[in-house]
């Protein structure tokens, strides 16, 4: 059991430094986040827009991204010293384990309260939004798209003819949509997440059964939690799911311990003697 516990403690720190070298790959990427708006002149059956739109990395977005990257890789470097010291001092490694849960989770946080705004890659139409009303992840570089807009669109014609651009009406508002780079770092924290907690995990439970059951079951309700805390609802909401996910969460977790203790239990009656 101690081999097999090993191991999977082991597998779950690799995980876990893989994970951090994607995050920070991800918020390196050039394809981070899509950027989009609008500029536009005139009014009613005269109006003229133009779509406007910015592709970049996530640090490029925000220099908060570089926290991704420098997590990233910290906990990557640290993954790897705990399998080192796997071998000197089991004791050792419980607060490492524990350091790198921590982290994944702080990553998870923010990730989530960006990721509360951001748009699926293949929406249709867009969900604008006041600068105002973003995130500060994303508020800085939306404000200088703006000012770029403004100094290059304000006044000028819409075409040849038309109407000219109003400077109240270049980008507005703006709709913001996930790329490749978005999309990987949103699966690898989250499986950073439950393999931290599957490392501590082993190295606390009895067996590996019950050490799969706590991660799994600590890392939905962890995500839960998250996931609704970024998504409050407004006072002026037509609908509001608040607390939906943790509700769903913790009915997971519920029956995922049911069905591991009833599993447990029958194992034991069927390994008792007659």
Not at 2 to 30: F, H, Q, W, Y
Not at 71 to 99: F, H, M
Not at 161 to 166: H, K, Q, S, T
Request: with cysteine; charged share 15%.
């Amino acid at each position: 059991m101690e081999r097999v516990k090993g191991l999977a403690t082991i597998v779950s720190l690799a995980i876990v430094g893989a994970a951090g070298v994607a995050a920070a790959v991800a918020a390196s990427l050039p394809g981070g986040l899509l950027l989009t708006g609008y500029a536009c002149g005139g009014g009613g059956d005269e109006q003229r827009c133009i779509g406007l739109a910015r592709q970049l990395s996530l640090v490029e977005i925000s220099p908060r991204a570089w926290l991704f990257v420098a997590g990233g890789l910290g906990c990557a470097v640290l993954a790897g010293g705990s399998i080192l010291a796997l071998r000197r001092d089991w004791g050792a490694v419980l607060p490492l384990t524990l350091v790198l849960t921590a982290a994944a989770l702080v990553a998870l946080v923010l990730m989530e309260q960006v990721a509360a705004q951001v748009e699926p890659a293949n929406v249709q139409g867009t969900t604008g939004r006041l600068l105002e009303d973003w995130h500060p992840f994303l508020q800085p570089e939306l404000a200088d798209m703006r000012e770029d807009a403004v100094r290059k669109y304000a006044g000028q014609p819409t075409a040849p003819g038309g109407p000219a651009y109003d400077r109240e009406q270049i980008l507005d508002s703006f709709s913001v949509r996930e790329q490749g780079g978005w999309t990987l770092l949103r699966w690898a924290i989250p499986v950073a997440l439950f393999a931290a907690l599957l490392a501590f995990a082993s190295v606390v439970a009895t067996s590996l059964g019950f050490a799969v059951t706590l991660a799994g079951t600590g890392s939905i309700v962890a995500w839960g939690l998250v996931y609704d805390r970024a998504r409050p609802c407004g006072s002026d909401a037509s609908e509001c799911y608040d607390g939906l996910a943790t509700v769903f969460a913790v009915g997971v977790a519920i029956a995922w311990w049911v069905i591991y203790l009833s599993t447990r239990s029958g194992s034991r009656r069927d390994d008792s003697p007659p």
